[in-house]
T-cell receptor, first 115, second 109 residues
């Protein structure tokens, strides 16, 4: 299957700082990328959908000013958690697909810990 | 709104065949059915995808009846390393995957 990478795999930051997470499709062009968060022993919760060159679409209850998403190219999307707080600590996972009928492939996830 | 339902957990022993069934309520005519596997602290891994009848790859088989209201993921001869959470997410009309609680498979020696 297609390969999606995320960087960093783990990050620890202080409360009030911002953290950027990168998601890359390594061997295909991703028209659409998705960002999820997952709490321990819970399922994946979709946060937002980003299409290359367009503004991201956020799910209900997700603050767009807190979780900034950029999808500037067909192989890269970034999620920036601004003014992070301990409750933002979670496992963040991205996925990517080519066109609308393609399979979604997931990145390995990023563990964010906010102290 | 499309939604899937699957058992919360299953136990099995090494070497056995495991079948996990998913109910697909309101699945759209054009939607494919996709299964993912997730290990702790990792992103979901694509296992298999199908539209109808039977699909087989090197790791699993997927059975989909003609009415497409359910699907069954079949894992032949499981090993301890198959212990994971298995998901059959539904799709929204815009192609977003909606994950349920998944099925936690515990393979015992």
């Amino acid at each position: 299957g297609a390969v999606v990478s995320q960087h960093p795999s783990r990050v620890i930051c202080k409360s009030g700082t911002s953290v950027k997470i990168e998601c890359r499709s390594l061997d295909f062009q991703a028209t659409t990328m998705f960002w999820y968060r997952q709490f321990p022993k819970k399922s994946l919760m979709l946060m937002a959908t980003s299409n290359e060159g367009s503004k991201a679409t956020y799910e209900q209850g997700v603050e767009k000013d807190k979780f900034l998403i950029n999808h500037a190219s067909l192989t890269l999307s970034t999620l920036t958690v601004t003014s992070a707080h301990p409750e933002d600590s979670s496992f963040y996972i991205c996925s990517a697909r080519g066109d609308s009928k393609d399979t979604q492939y997931f990145g390995p996830g990023t563990r964010l810990t906010v102290l | 709104l499309a939604k899937t339902t699957q058992p919360i957990s299953m136990d099995s022993y090494e070497g056995q065949e495991v079948n996990i069934t998913c109910s697909h309520n309101n699945i759209a005519t054009n939607d494919y059915i996709t299964w993912y596997q997730q290990f702790p602290s990792q992103g979901p891994r694509f296992i298999i995808q199908g539209y109808k009848t039977k699909v087989t790859n090197e790791v699993a088989s997927l059975f989909i009846p003609a009415d497409r209201k359910s699907s069954t993921l079949s894992l032949p001869r499981v090993s301890l390393s198959d212990t994971a959470v298995y998901y059959c997410p539904s799709q929204s009309n815009t192609g977003k995957l909606i994950f349920g609680q998944g099925t936690t498979l515990q393979v015992k020696p």
